[in-house]
């Protein structure tokens, strides 16, 4: 089965920041697209920045370019969101997910949940202005 484990998140004022972390098996991990989604109430899920684990570029959303920087550390299998300048509008649960077996292209335009085969089980970020 697999797992996504998540740590992080919490409350912040604006302008403030915060780093996601999650970890999953190498087996999981191996060729896979890593991402993190966010989702808000009352609206869809949404992606935020993603990554191919043998890439070294990521795909940003418009709203996120310049603050959040995804990254990643192959040699324990997790990847990192690190949030800088957050908004109160960034105020979401954040998700992280997984494609296991994909491509840079696929990676790239994975823009739908459905697209994504594993889920972690969310993370609260709020910010306060």
């Known amino acids: 089965q697999v797992q996504l484990v998540e740590s992080g998140g919490g409350s912040v004022q604006a302008g403030g920041s915060l780093r996601l972390s999650c970890a999953t098996s190498?087996?999981?991990?191996?060729?896979?697209?890593m991402g993190w989604f966010r989702q808000a109430p009352g609206k869809e899920r949404e992606r935020v920045a993603s990554i191919y684990t043998t890439g070294t570029i990521g795909y940003y959303a418009n709203s996120v370019k310049g603050r959040f920087t995804i990254s990643k550390d192959n040699s324990k299998s997790t990847v990192f969101l690190q949030m800088n300048s957050l908004k109160p509008e960034d105020t979401a649960i954040y998700y992280c997910?997984?494609?296991?077996?994909?491509?840079?292209?696929?990676?790239?335009?994975?823009?739908?949940?459905?697209?994504?085969?594993?889920w972690g089980q969310g993370t609260q970020v709020t910010v306060s202005p």
């Open positions: 997910a997984a494609a296991p077996t994909s491509t840079p292209a696929r990676c790239w335009y994975a823009e739908s949940a459905a697209d994504w085969g594993y």
């Open positions: 190498r087996y999981t991990y191996n060729g896979a697209c």
